[in-house]
């Protein structure tokens, strides 16, 4: 039996573990595909109502937006549509905006809007539904 | 199994979880691939849609906006998104939002280790248009039967 040769800096355990650096070498990729399972039904659900009244008036819009049950639905489409943009634009931009500043500039610029706008839909739809 | 022989190829050479060396791809850049088969096609379209969606996003989060500040700004929402322009442009999103939503759950499917033999991926190719034809004109049918 031959002698048995390690030609790799990571230890034994790391390698076990399989986690890579940080602990988080998958976690954006898995959380991209958490986030795409959740939108599945809930964009089917949200556009096929959306489609079913588009000449509603304010009242009939507010006093859908507010029923219980369409506004869970939509505080969690807003959350995980807006987990799922972030982390999308993330990549575009990664792959696409080169210098260090450039890219981290606008990095940022994607989280903040989708973070705020993600309040600001959350918002809405508390103050109709409450 | 490759071999560093240029230290400018240093960033370019990586190593398998088993330690072993591997030479690591570099993205499609459009000078190497033709634009014009399905499968590239398909692919930056997924992404172009994916950022569609992000603009859909902000219509999304003004309507619900318009809604919660009063009857005066929803009626302003609503008059931009039953204009000729709203109507194109909720087109072009519901489009890019069905393609996105079919491409997705075929990326879901090659992440299952299925489909990458050149047949599946075709197929499953145009099952994603055929798809997006197929849910865009149902919604426009029942948005506009709904509407008359």
């Given at each position: 039996m031959?002698?048995p040769?390690?030609r790799?800096l990571?230890?034994p355990?790391g390698?076990?573990?399989?986690m890579g650096?940080a ?5 954006h990729?898995?959380?991209q595909?958490?986030?795409s ?6 964009t089917?659900?949200?556009v ?10 304010w ?10 049950f369409n ?6 489409f807003?959350?995980?549509a ?7 634009l ?18 940022l ?6 973070a705020l ?11 109709i539904?409450v | ?25 570099l ?6 691939y ?21 603009i859909?996003m902000?219509?999304?989060v003004?309507?619900?906006a ?5 009857e ?5 929402a ?6 000729l322009?709203?109507?194109?442009g ?9 393609y ?8 879901l499917?090659?992440?299952?280790g ?9 197929a499953?190719?145009?099952m994603?248009?055929m ?18």
């Amino acid at each position: 039996m031959s002698q048995p040769t390690l030609r790799t800096l990571r230890s034994p355990l790391g390698r076990a573990r399989g986690m890579g650096s940080a602990k988080g070498g998958t976690h954006h990729w898995w959380m991209q595909r958490v986030t795409s399972v959740a939108l599945l039904p809930l964009t089917l659900w949200l556009v096929f109502s959306l489609a079913r009244m588009p000449d509603s008036t304010w009242q009939q819009a507010t006093a859908w937006i507010g029923r219980p049950f369409n506004a869970v639905l939509l505080l969690a489409f807003l959350a995980a549509a807006f987990h799922h943009t972030a982390s999308g634009l993330q990549v575009v931009i990664e792959d696409y905006v080169r210098g260090e500043m450039a890219r981290m500039g606008s990095l940022l610029a994607v989280k903040g809007i989708c973070a705020l706008l993600w309040l600001a839909g959350s918002l809405a739809v508390l103050r109709i539904a409450v | 199994m490759s071999k560093t022989t240029d230290v400018r190829e240093a960033v370019m050479v990586g190593r398998r979880s088993d330690g072993s060396l591997v030479r690591r791809p570099l993205s499609p850049h459009l000078q190497a691939y033709d634009m014009l088969q399905m499968t590239s096609a398909l692919s930056i379209t997924h992404r172009i849609t994916g950022v569609v969606w992000s603009i859909g996003m902000v219509f999304l989060v003004w309507w619900l906006a318009s809604a919660a500040s009063g009857e005066a700004s929803f009626g302003g929402a609503q008059w931009f998104f039953g204009s000729l322009f709203g109507i194109l442009g909720l087109m072009a999103l519901t489009a890019a939002a069905w393609y996105h939503t079919l491409a997705g759950l075929r990326h879901l499917y090659w992440d299952s280790g299925r489909g990458f033999d050149l047949p599946t991926t075709y197929a499953t190719g145009r099952m994603v248009l055929m798809g997006t034809a197929g849910l865009t004109v149902l919604t426009w049918l029942i948005l506009f039967v709904t509407w008359i």
